[in-house]
């Protein structure tokens, strides 16, 4: 088992070794420690703009939150002894560690189903206090909070898109809550340029440095973060406007919530489960228990992402972003999109469904010339093999090994995942893979 163990003062922390990772929190790593990891560092400046004292309860989840992401980054995979599950052991100070300590297992449990990891909690006392609020009269431009009623998720995808649209078509004032990376931060300012309505933003980057040179890219914790920073937004919403409780917004069309795996191989690696129903109900238990006043809801968990864009509410704003937009889960690579992955397939797919053209240019406008090359056509086939299985196979079943669902919505999970195949089915008809 791999210890990390996280403080604030990295006289503090232990020397690395090579079952320990010290890992300095909400800080830079210190000239003086080589061995010394960090995450978190522009947290406690971004949560000051806020403007209000948030409170301990978010700001112990946002603590939990970045520690896993350290360890998710921090500690391989391919060294673990099946090359992928590794177990973790996470040494952290809270500023009510008993509170925590109370939930700790069911913690462990969100954090395996997301990540397929070993988890283990050793909350201890001295954590990091709320930062004290920047006010107006000392000069720092704070975010806006009075009047706005709801927090949503805000990645510069083409899901969070069409959610921040039909929000503010619906007359609702969001607070937009972002992962502040270089590259994401570019879209989502694109696509918020051309928003009509009452919002304001909140952004936050975990900014992850290892001491070491290597790191792990499977960030199968990502979501948890995104939740945290958007529970810290809530609690300051909620305390600025008197709320009795705020609404957590996550926009994902139900078919990638689910992420039912294609094919049998996609269960372990291929089979991320960011926003899937079980991950978001277990993270909402915890919350009542911790008392987080925020209730997490995603409006599209039974729309397929074609019904999503054809039943956008503001179609000329979502045209007029929508080439701002990234859905790639490679393009970080290379500042394009592939068009052949899981997730463009989807989105080409559900952009076909909604009679909506986009000018994005593809490392592979041609799909076709992937089913030609044995190193990248992997996704494309595993699709492929789906679509052919689809009126063979128990769908409600099929749609339970990605994770436990509700026995009384089965119905509906099976319908949207259904429904996406059909709106990739009519993509690879019309360009020529079907």
């Not at 006010?135 to 969070?160: A, M, N, T």
């Amino acid at each position: 088992m791999i210890t990390l163990v996280f403080n604030e003062d990295h006289t503090q922390l232990p020397a690395a070794s090579e079952n320990t990772i010290p890992v300095q929190l909400y800080g830079l790593p210190s000239a003086e420690r080589a061995d010394v990891s960090a995450i978190g560092s522009p947290a406690l400046e971004r949560i000051k703009r806020l403007g209000v004292e948030i409170t301990t309860q978010s700001m112990d989840f946002l603590s939990i939150a970045l520690a896993v992401t350290a360890a998710d980054t921090f500690v391989r995979r391919e060294d673990s002894e099946d090359g992928w599950t590794r177990a973790i052991r996470i040494a952290l100070p809270l500023a009510e560690p008993d509170r925590w300590r109370n939930v700790s297992k069911r913690l462990a449990s969100a954090f395996h189903f997301l990540s397929g990891d070993i988890w283990e909690f050793d909350f201890k006392e001295g954590g990091t206090l709320t930062p004290q609020p920047y006010r107006r009269r000392d000069r720092y431009q704070l975010i806006r909070l009075r009047g706005l009623d709801s927090v949503c998720l805000f990645s510069g995808g083409l899901d969070s898109a069409v959610g921040v649209i039909d929000l503010l078509k619906d007359g609702r004032k969001p607070l937009f809550v972002s992962h502040s990376y270089k590259g994401d931060k570019t879209k989502q300012d694109s696509v918020a340029e051309a928003l009509d309505g009452r919002f304001a933003r909140f952004s936050i980057n975990a900014h992850p440095i290892s001491a070491n040179s290597e790191t792990d890219i499977s960030m199968r914790t990502r979501s948890c973060n995104f939740i945290a920073f958007a529970a810290v937004a809530a609690g300051a919403l909620q305390e600025i406007n008197r709320l009795e409780r705020v609404e957590l917004i996550v926009p994902e069309n139900g078919f990638i919530s689910i992420n039912a795996p294609l094919t049998s191989r996609r269960i372990g690696s291929l089979s991320t489960r960011t926003t899937h129903p079980y991950f978001i109900s277990s993270i909402q238990e915890i919350f009542r228990a911790v008392e987080i006043s925020c209730e997490i809801i995603n409006p599209y968990q039974f729309k397929t992402k074609g019904q999503m864009i054809s039943e956008c509410k503001d179609q000329s704003t979502l045209k007029a972003v929508v080439d701002q937009t990234v859905s790639c889960s490679h393009w970080k690579r290379s500042n394009q999109q592939c068009g052949y992955c899981v997730p463009c397939t989807i989105r080409r797919a559900s952009l076909l469904a909604g009679n909506i053209n986009e000018v994005n240019e593809y490392q592979y406008p041609d799909v076709t010339r992937v089913m030609t090359e044995p190193d990248k056509r992997d996704d494309l086939m595993a699709l492929c093999i789906a679509i052919s299985k689809r009126d063979s196979r128990n769908i409600p079943l099929w749609v339970s090994e990605s994770g436990p669902l509700p026995a009384d919505k089965i119905d509906e999970y099976s319908k949207v995942f259904t429904g996406g195949l059909e709106e990739v089915e009519a993509y690879f008809r019309l360009v020529g893979i079907l």
